[in-house]
Structure formats: C-alpha cells, structure tokens
C-alpha cells in the first residue's frame, strides 16, 4: 500500500462520541491515518488535532484495513508505539473516561489498557489472565475473565481515587471491577504500549475515545449501541 492518508471507511458523522460532552481526543482507525507503505507513521486526532506519530520504521504498527464488520484495525507487536508527549490545550486531570476497541491476542490474556499511556508516568490499568497487573496494586474486586483472540469494548473511569474496569468481549461474558487510579494527570499519549516500552502486547487496536470527566449511564449508552453495531461485536 502507497504512502498517504487512508481512504475514509465511512461512519463518521454517525459517531456519539463526537456529540458527548468532555472529548478531549478520538483515534479511529478507519481516519486518519497516514501510512508508510503497509504500516501506520501517524493517526489524527478527529478531535482536536492530537495527533500520534512514530517516525522509526521498525516502531510502526501495521495497519489492518479489515479487521471486525468491514472496519480497520492497528496490529501492535511488540516495540510497536505511537506517541503524543503533549496535549494541545494543557494536561488533562481526573476524572477522565477512556473506550477503546480492539481485540487481544492469543500470547498474551489482555483485555485493555496496557497499550494505553498517558504523561510521562501515567500507565491505565491492565487485566492479564482475569486478574489485574503490578500496575493495579490497589484492587478491591475483579469479576469475571479474559479469553483469548476475542474483540472487545472497555472502558476505564478514573475517578481521582480509584478506577472502575468494564470490559465486554465479543459474546462473552463480562468483565468488570476497580483498581487505583494511577498518574491522575494526563500530560499527553502513548498508543500501542507505555512510554518507556517495557510492555507491548500483540494486540489489535481500532477505537481511543478519551473524555475529561465522567460520561454520563445516558451517553455510555450510546456509546457502547453504536460500538456493538459498528463493529458487530455481540454486548454481555
């Protein structure tokens, strides 16, 4: 595939997530993103212009152009990181919400949020195997377990204090619980794994939302009706 911006795959204006109040940035596979032959050297922000970049080759995702439904993806191996190190408008603070979508692999049980940072220390939490990581030391409960290869829709609340997990996988059962809430300011973003690359999982990547604040059970609603259809993944 030629180097340039991929062609639309429709669906945009469509989307809730640009209609929720608090968006601070929106990485979709299926815009924005430049290539470099058969892999991706950036994706755009929809949002604000939060653009992720990776200009050493070996470092680059490769992009999927049918992955779930007809819509892309992002294939992270390991060493794989796109990066933004700062927000345009400033930091953003807890409380903040997090979707993602994608799909983990069969090496590794992750459901979300390892391939996620934010700042120079900030790290989401992770499930590994149904159970939280080193990352996640302040647990109170996790229900519920991770498959393997399976698609999935996750959402992280990180509320100041401590951090509610949702994580539904394609016609499975869902996984869910808290954990603490990490770095609770995010001064920019990490897509594919941590800033200081000492995790990456061989994961898929198709969907970040990032909001500042709390979205509200109404607009989650919406959220997770129009993720399902779009990417005809079966909710818990």
Not at 53 to 81: E, H, K, V, Y
Request: hydrophobic content about 40%; charged content about 10%.
């Amino acid at each position: 595939m030629a180097a340039g911006r991929t062609p639309s795959f429709g669906g945009l204006t469509r989307t809730p997530l640009l209609t929720t109040a608090g968006l601070v940035a929106l990485y979709d596979a299926a815009h924005g993103v430049e290539l470099n032959g058969g892999n991706v050297a950036s994706l755009a922000d929809i949002k604000n212009g939060n653009t992720v970049s990776q200009g050493t080759p070996s470092a680059q995702m490769a992009f999927i152009s049918s992955w779930r439904n007809g819509m892309p993806a992002l294939q992270c191996a390991s060493g794989d990181l796109l990066i933004r190190s700062t927000w345009i408008g400033g930091s953003v603070s807890q409380p903040t919400t997090i979707y993602l979508v994608g799909e983990n692999s069969s090496v590794e049980s992750i459901a979300s949020g390892v391939y996620l940072s934010a700042g120079a220390a900030f790290h989401c939490p992770r499930v590994i195997s149904g159970v939280p990581s080193a990352l996640c030391t302040g647990n109170a409960s996790i229900s519920g377990t991770v498959t393997n290869s399976a698609a999935f829709i996750s959402r992280w609340n990180m509320n100041g204090a401590s951090t509610s997990i949702r994580v539904e996988q394609h016609g499975l059962a869902l996984l869910s619980g808290t954990c603490d809430p990490g770095n609770t300011v995010m001064n920019g973003i990490a897509i594919g794994g941590n800033y200081d690359n000492t995790f990456n999982p061989l994961i898929k990547l198709s969907l970040v939302a990032v909001f500042s604040g709390v979205v509200g059970a109404a607009d989650e609603a919406r959220i997770l009706s129009y993720a399902r259809s779009r990417y005809n993944i079966i909710g818990a």
